[in-house]
């Protein structure tokens, strides 16, 4: 096995090519790719979660509509209301940023600033759609 004296040798016979280990947050400069590609994973398990817990919110009304007196308190409070612009915001971040990596898939849109430029336009683009969902939505809790 590696012991710490083996590991000595492998590190200093990489850096005499001033090649390190491996990207670290001393050396690397964060992108709006990298930025955006976090977030659409961190997302994605958000969203997963969150189809989880509807699906178990429906699944409880068809068996009891009492079931839906106590979903709706929840969703009138105020955190209830963070979670539910949230939850909109997520999906909608996934869902642009997922348009974004399908036209990488056809094969446009890999020059840097064109990917600087649609890395910004999704951001901008989830929080539009947000706002445009709550706007339309807030009468329905």
């Known amino acids: 096995m590696f012991d ?3 590991l000595t040798l492998v590190y200093k016979s990489n850096m005499k090519n001033y090649n390190p280990l491996s990207p670290h947050l001393q050396i690397y ?3 709006i790719s990298s930025l955006l590609s976090i977030t659409h994973r961190i997302v994605g398990v958000v969203n997963f979660f969150a189809i989880v817990l509807i699906c178990i919110w ?3 009304i068809m068996f009891d509509v009492n079931n839906y007196s106590i979903i709706y308190i929840i969703l009138n409070s ?4 963070f979670l539910a612009i949230s ?3 997520t999906f909608s971040f996934h869902i642009v940023n997922e348009l974004r990596h399908l036209i990488w898939d056809a094969g446009y849109g890999f020059e840097l600033k064109v990917s600087k430029i649609t890395g910004i336009l999704a951001l901008i683009g989830s929080f539009v759609l ?3 969902f709550y706007v339309l939505g807030r009468n329905l809790f």
């Open 29 to 31: 400069k964060w992108q």
């Open 130 to 132: 947000t706002v445009i």
């Open 58 to 60: 429906a699944m409880l």
């Open 87 to 89: 939850l909109c915001w």
């Open 4 to 6: 710490e004296k083996n």
């Open 78 to 81: 105020t955190f209830g209301k």
